[in-house]
Structure formats: C-alpha cells, structure tokens
C-alpha cells in the first residue's frame, strides 16, 4: 500500500480534552429504554456523544495476529478464528468459556455468530450477579424467535445470526458458552467514569415489550422509517442534466439547517456505467472541499448498477428510486452537485428535504467519501485501507463492492479498526462477511435496516459482489483519530478490485485520505466470461430423462473450474438408482465420447452407460476434495441422430466416503467421429 495522502489541513489539537472519557455530562443517564430509542434514531448521530463512550469488540479472531510487521499467515494474517475465548471458569461444577469480561457502565450493542448451535448455553451476567440475566442457547438467542430477542433486531440472513438488542450495565459484564469452539463478536460501549447506567432486568424488558415491539416494526420496513423533521421545513423538488464532463448544481440550502432527505432517480442509456461515473458532492458552509464525494449509485449503498435494497439510513427502492436518510447539519448552507465523469449525457430527478436546525457546539459535519482500486493482487496478503482520518468523529457504516474473476472466496479478511491511534485494533474481526452481519461466504441476496448483501452474481462469489453495513447503535466515537483496514485473503492467487465508500461524522478542523476520483477510476471492472471447452456438451444442459431415485439438480460454481462454470449434480442415490440424461448427436454413425465428471469425498462409484452399453468398468469418484477428472475416454458407440442416453448407475461407494451421499457430478461429455 502506498503511503495515505491527507486530503484536509490538519491543525494543531483542538483545545477540548481528549481525555473525553474522564468524566460523564451531570444529566445524563442510560437506560434500555433510551438505548432502543437510539436503535432508530438517525438525528443523535449528528452529534458529539453525551454521555461520551467508546466502541469496542470481543471476537474469536485468531489469537497468533499479533505483530502486524509479521505479514504472514501464521501471524498478522492468522485465519483460524473460531474457538478462541478469553478464559474458563468453573461454575456450579460446569465449565463455561468467557467470550467478554468487561468493566462497566457499558452496553452490550451487537452480538454475531456464523454457528451458534455450536456454542452450546450462552449465559450474561451483569454486574456480578451470581445469575444470569439470560440463559439460553446461543441459536435460540440469535434466532429472533425467543423473547426479547424479536425479529428483525434478532435473526438470521445469509447463515449469520445477528442480536442488535442493547443490554445495559452499570458495574460489569461477563458472556460465557458453555462450549468453545465458535465464531462470535460482541460489540459494547464503555461509558465515561460517572454515567448512570440502568442495569438491564427482566421488570426492565417486560415494562419496555411495547416500546421494543414498535422498534422491530420500524426496523422491519426501515424506507418508511423516515419523518418530517420539526419546525420550519424546506422541501425542494430538482431536476439535472448533466453532460460528459460537466459539473451541475442542483440544489442549495441556506442555513442554519440539516438536509434530511434526499432522493434520486437516474435516467442514462448504461445505467450501471452511470451510477459509478456520476459523482454526488455536497459541501457544507464555507468549505471548497467537499463532505461527501462518491458515485450516486455507491452512496446510497448499492454497487455497480441498481441492486435494491432498504436499509435505515440509505437504501434502492423497487421503483429504481434512491434515498437517504442521513441527517446532514450545516451553519450557513449546503450546496448538492452531480459531476459526470461518463461519456455519456446523464439525467436525474428526486427531491430535498430540509429543514431549520441550530448549530450547536456538538454538532458534527456528514462525511461520505469513496476510494477504488483495480487489479489487486491476492498475494502477498495486505491490509487494504478503507480510510484514515484525523479529528474528533463517530464512524456510522461502509459499503464495500468487489469485482473477483473467480468463484472462490475473495473475503476471508478481518476487519481491523483503530481508534484514536491504538497500537493494536479494538476491533479485530473474523472474516470480512462477518464484519457485514453474515457468514460463510454465503451468496444469498438479503437486506437488513443495519446490513445487506444487494448484489452477488455467481456462481459461487464470482463476479461482482455489494455488501454494506451501518453502524447505528455501534457507531464508534473517536476524539483523535480512526482508522479502518481490512485484509485482502483471497482463497486463489489471482487479481481483484474493489471499492468502499465510508460514511462518517466529523467535528473541524479534520483530515482524511480521500482523493477526488478520475474516470478511469471509475469505470466498473469487467466480468470474465466462463470457461467453455470448444465441442462440449454440457451436463447442466443435458435433460434428465429418467432418475430412478435421489434428487437431481444443476450446481453452479465457478470454483472448481468445470466448463460453463456448472455441472449436471445427482444427490442421494442409492445402490442400484439410476440417472438417464438425453444429449444429441447432429449425425448417426459411431463417435469416440470424452467425459469429464466430479470426485469428492461424497461421491459414490458409478456404473456408466451409452444407450445401454457399458462404458468400461464402474468408476469410484471418491476423493478427498473437490475436483474435476481430467477428460477421460468412455469409449467408441454408435450414436443415432438425434437423442441418445447416457446412464449412470449406482453400484456402491469408497469405504473413505464421508458422509456415503452417493453422488454423482458430470461437467460434461464431448463427441468425435470414430472410423
């Protein structure tokens, strides 16, 4: 990585203490009930936290990452997160495992879990209580089916168990498992010495139902979530028309005040190439440099193209509508720009909504900011900077979009973020899915009011992928400095790009590592077409004309580099069923036939036939991992015009076989003429 270049004047340290965590404000207190209030509201982000906190996370990240001078993958780059806890303890003559021993006051603000059902009991003591407040096991937890843990502030998407519940405490917190081996986060807030807490009861969670049912309710549809702002409202529609190269004003607003919804309809002949190379910068007061300056479609979370999704503070509605949410306080006014940096003419259309707000001594300034890289090499393995920056601050989300020509896993990397120049993260995290609220690289396509997946192409993670989270209730303060980095580890040696835009607040005077995008930054990487071999007759578009038993089906994948990226997939099979699936030949007469199948270690051992003849012995695809045969010779048969079988017969499987599933894979048959 080359060195980060500051992109604001950074000056001398302000004159208010950093120290912000040595006494809290004399008014303020923390209860349950105004932790849930916070889970909706967008507004309190706008400024400095009173009482002030901190923002940190427990994880089973890799215990080796230890020195980041050691790039290696027995140290900085370590992998094996799951199963790490901080320490046991015996307990009413059973073992539990320790995930988060914190002092207090504090807050509990979000628990993660790629496999909860191996956790076991999870248990949260709160201020040394012998018992816990909640025992239960950590899938039910999770799940969002057991009370208090309620859908969608609990729940599973993608195969990652989120809980956003608060759980407050006035002394300390302690989490225990009553099994170790897991992957988990806990975020928590450590308050300022002094702030009154209300330690989380169960009285506390049966007085708060109400309240917590009409949270759910609005984070369940988080686009109607939004409501006029109070007192003097300015509401202006706007129109744009932006030629290659031009920069277009389309809307102004005197302050002092606070934009608080904007939305966006773009019209271009290439749409994708258009919400990446037409630029959204806004620029509050006084200053020539701008708050926000990223690619309209990456702003409002979705990139490339017009992916929808609906997530609290910005989201793409069905009807090709953006929107935004964020609340934006400015002095003395705003001004909103489009910059096409296309080839193309682009139009837009929507409307600003803002409204009369004074600025006060705690009021932040909106950052969002963008920065993008092609052609990354997956080794040696880095830490790619999502943003650098100086001041004081509450950092509220990234959207993070990749471009991977392969279908393996682009995203084992954890997530390291530094606050107020750490010399080691407090947060180190799991997994880059992890850190976007799913889990195991899972391609489902899932939208949260915190979290979303809007794009994956596939197969497997091939292609462009769009995540985003947006940290609401475990947004992170910062009184001097923040940094954000993410490892590039990548299953395959190969070349990446990807890009973030990073969502912020920030008190001046500040710095950041921003630059101003060229074009050519922003044009969206290409997508590998896949791999056809020259002849060949698909299995995934060969007819199964006959399945004696099991379950047949097409899979997908661009990981095990079969032709076409699929192969024709027979499951759970007994000895003696049999699969017939129908190809054609253009011409009778007798052809040599080429095949290329799957091994796996559970796969069975096949009987292969062409229109009922055997094609040589049975052939075990047992292997230890996944992969494709090299292309083998099933013989020389005399094909008729037009449709043929090919049969696979079951007839056992390796005593290896783990679990014996029988399987059957085939990538596809090829056809020659014999004499």
Same mark, same amino acid.
């Not at 964020?326 to 600003?352: C, Q, Y």
């Not at 037009?642 to 390796?654: F, K, M, V």
């Given at each position: 990585?080359?060195?980060? !270049?500051?992109?604001r ?5 302000l004159?208010?203490?950093? +120290?912000?965590?040595a ?10 009930e105004?932790?849930l ?11 400095l ?6 923002? %940190? ?23 094996? *997160? ?16 320790v995930?988060?021993d ?10 993660w879990s ?9 248990r ?7 018992d ?8 039910a ?9 309620l ?14 519940l608060?759980i ?7 989490? /225990?498992?009553s ?15 002094? @702030?009154?807490v ?18 759910a309710? /609005? +984070?369940?549809? &988080?686009?109607?979530a939004?409501?006029?702002? %109070? ?30 919804? +904007? ?32 690619p ?6 979705? =990139?490339?193209g017009d ?12 009807d ?5 949410h ?24 929507g ?9 006060t !001594? ?15 090499? /997956?080794r ?5 900077n999502?943003?650098?920056a100086?001041?004081r ?11 991977n020509?392969?279908?393996?896993w682009?995203?084992?990397g954890?997530? !390291?973020?530094?606050v *107020?120049?750490?010399a080691f993260p ?13 889990a195991w690289?899972?391609t ?10 809007? %794009? ?7 292609g462009? @992928? ?6 609401i ?14 490892e ?10 990807? =890009?973030?835009?990073v ?6 005077p ?6 101003t995008?060229e074009?050519?930054?922003?044009i ?26 099991? /379950?047949?089906?097409v899979q ?10 699929a ?21 009778s007469?007798?052809?040599?036939i080429?095949?290329v ?13 062409v229109n009922?003849?055997?094609a040589g012995a ?22 008729k ?9 079951i007839t056992?499987s390796? &005593?290896?076989? =783990?679990?014996? %599933? ?6 596809y048959?090829?056809l020659?003429?014999?004499?």
């Amino acid at each position: 990585m080359s060195h980060a !270049k500051w992109s604001r004047t950074w000056m001398a340290v302000l004159g208010l203490p950093i +120290l912000a965590l040595a006494s809290a404000s004399a008014l303020a207190q923390v209860t349950f009930e105004s932790l849930l209030n916070e889970m909706t509201d967008l507004e309190a982000l706008t400024r400095l936290p009173d009482p002030a906190f901190t923002c %940190r996370q427990f994880s089973s990240y890799d215990r080796r990452s230890t020195d980041p001078a050691v790039l290696t993958d027995e140290n900085w780059f370590a992998n094996h *997160d799951r199963g790490q806890y901080l320490y046991e303890e015996q307990r009413d003559g059973r073992t539990e495992y320790v995930l988060m021993d914190a002092q207090g006051p504090g807050a509990i603000v979000r628990i993660w879990s790629a496999n909860p059902n191996d956790a076991g009991i999870l248990r949260v003591y709160l201020d040394h209580a012998p018992d816990p407040l909640f025992e239960m096991s950590f899938q039910a937890m999770l799940g969002g089916k057991a009370a208090p843990f309620l859908q969608p502030i609990a729940g599973t998407r993608a195969k990652g168990w989120n809980s956003y519940l608060p759980i407050p405490y006035a002394k300390h917190c302690k989490v /225990t498992s009553s099994t170790p081996d897991f992957y988990y986060h806990i975020n928590y807030r450590t308050y300022a010495r002094g @702030t009154k807490v209300a330690t989380l009861t169960q009285a506390g969670l049966d007085r708060n139902m109400a309240r917590l049912r009409r949270v759910a309710d /609005t +984070l369940a549809a &988080p686009a109607q979530a939004f409501s006029r702002p %109070r007192g003097h409202v300015q509401e202006k529609p706007y129109g744009a028309y932006v030629e290659p190269g031009e920069k277009v004003l389309f809307a102004r607003l005197d302050g002092p005040g606070a934009l608080h919804r +904007l939305t966006m309809r773009v019209n271009a002949a290439d749409r994708e190439a258009a919400l990446r190379g037409v630029l959204l910068q806004i620029n509050f007061d006084d200053d020539m440099l701008p708050s926000v300056l990223a690619p309209v479609g990456d702003f409002f979370g979705t =990139a490339p193209g017009d992916k929808p999704y609906q997530g609290l503070p910005c989201g793409l509605l069905e009807d090709g509508t953006f929107y935004s949410h964020w609340v934006m306080p400015f002095k003395h006014g705003a001004m909103l720009r489009l910059i096409n940096k296309t080839d193309a003419p682009v139009s837009a259309h929507g409307e600003v909504v803002a409204s009369n707000r004074r600025w006060t !001594k705690d009021s932040l300034y909106f950052r969002a900011k963008w920065r993008g890289e092609q052609d990354i090499p /997956t080794r040696p393995r880095q830490d790619w900077n999502f943003i650098e920056a100086r001041g004081r601050g509450r950092f509220v989300g990234a959207m993070m979009q990749v471009t991977n020509p392969v279908g393996a896993w682009w995203g084992e990397g954890d997530e !390291k973020i530094y606050v *107020d120049d750490e010399a080691f993260p407090s947060h180190f995290g799991t997994g880059t899915e992890d850190y976007f609220g799913y889990a195991w690289c899972d391609t489902e396509i899932f939208s949260h009011a915190y979290h979303a997946q809007p %794009r994956c192409d596939g197969p497997a993670n091939f292609g462009h @992928t769009c995540v985003n989270r947006f940290h609401i209730l475990d947004n992170i303060p910062f009184t001097r400095a923040f940094k954000f980095d993410m490892e590039i580890w990548h299953w395959e040696d190969c070349r990446i790009s990807q =890009a973030v835009t990073v969502y912020w607040y920030a008190a001046t005077p500040d710095q950041d590592n921003f630059q101003t995008p060229e074009a050519a930054d922003l044009i969206v990487p290409p997508i590998p077409e896949p791999r056809r071999v020259a002849g060949a007759i698909e299995g995934e578009d060969m007819r199964a004309a006959a399945v004696s038993g099991g /379950t047949f089906t097409v899979q997908s994948s661009a990981a095990w580099n079969w032709s076409g990226w699929a192969q024709a997939w027979w499951q759970d099979g007994k000895p003696g069923d049999t699969l017939e699936l129908a190809f054609h030949s253009g011409k009778s007469g007798r052809h040599r036939i080429y095949a290329v199948f799957t091994k796996a270690k559970d796969y069975g051992i096949v009987q292969v036939s062409v229109n009922d003849r055997p094609a040589g012995a049975p052939i075990d695809l047992y292997n230890e991992s996944v992969q494709a045969t090299p292309e083998m010779t099933l013989g020389v048969f005399d094909l008729k015009a037009g449709e043929n079988r090919l049969q696979a017969r079951i007839t056992g499987s390796n &005593p290896k076989a =783990a679990p014996a %599933r029988h399987m059957f894979g085939l990538d596809y048959i090829r056809l020659e003429p014999a004499p």
